[in-house]
């Protein structure tokens, strides 16, 4: 497979309004697919995962341009079909085939696209409009991948808040419970207390009452003696 690079275009833009400043880079060069060995145009999305790409690639494309996207006929090496369709600024009027293959690249991903004219696969030195036009459609393309990443970001931030407000609610009912429960033993305190304080009455009562039960008998033996 040969890899003689033939053009290079490094890409910075906002997306959306966002702070956030997305590089995108788009390389051209000679490699093999189905219909043999053509000029390509590979774009490097260095953070996007592979299957994710994949499946925003084939509904931008039946977005975009209405073209229906499928795995190429008699390939096993993933590469995708997206035939007979018509790319602006690309297809000079005339319909064209465009090839794909999505792969792992590190921690993302890159893809590869193949566009098919009449007067041959699109590349800088075949026709210089149609390679700058090319490059512009997958730029909007990095600009969908970067969309969806920033709303897996919210979501997966929308999620972590969640998270922790639902741990908030489990410590707020954590902390009601144990003022309950300390609610609960306080009145249980002042229950016992008051029964202690009853006791000790009772006791004292009760106290009376032996000494004056031990009164009576000291009193009974006596008479018992005199008796």
Not at 68 to 78: A, M, P, W
């Amino acid at each position: 497979m040969a890899m003689r690079v033939l053009h290079y275009s490094v890409f910075l833009f906002c997306l959306l309004g966002f702070s956030t400043v997305v590089a995108a880079q788009v390389a051209s060069r000679q490699l093999a697919m189905s219909k043999g060995n053509n000029e390509a145009l590979i774009l490097d999305l260095p953070t996007a995962d592979a299957d994710d790409v994949e499946d925003l690639w084939e509904d931008w494309l039946k977005d975009t341009y209405g073209v229906k996207t499928s795995k190429t006929r008699k390939v096993r090496t993933g590469e995708l079909s997206s035939l007979n369709f018509e790319l602006p600024g690309i297809g000079s009027g005339n319909k064209v085939d465009l090839y794909s293959m999505i792969r792992e690249m590190g921690e993302g991903s890159e893809l590869t696209v193949w566009i098919a004219t009449p007067q041959g696969y699109v590349g800088p030195d075949l026709n210089t409009a149609q390679y700058n036009e090319a490059e512009k459609m997958l730029m909007r393309f990095a600009l969908e991948v970067s969309r969806y990443q920033m709303e897996e970001d919210v979501d997966a931030q929308e999620d972590l808040l969640s998270d922790l407000e639902k741990e908030l609610d489990r410590l707020k009912r954590d902390k009601e419970r144990a003022e309950k429960d300390i609610e609960d033993v306080r009145e249980r305190i002042a229950k016992l207390e008051a029964e202690i304080a009853a006791n000790l009455v009772d006791q004292e009562s009760k106290q009376a009452a032996i000494q004056d039960q031990i009164q009576v008998v000291e009193e009974a033996k006596l008479r018992l003696k005199k008796f």
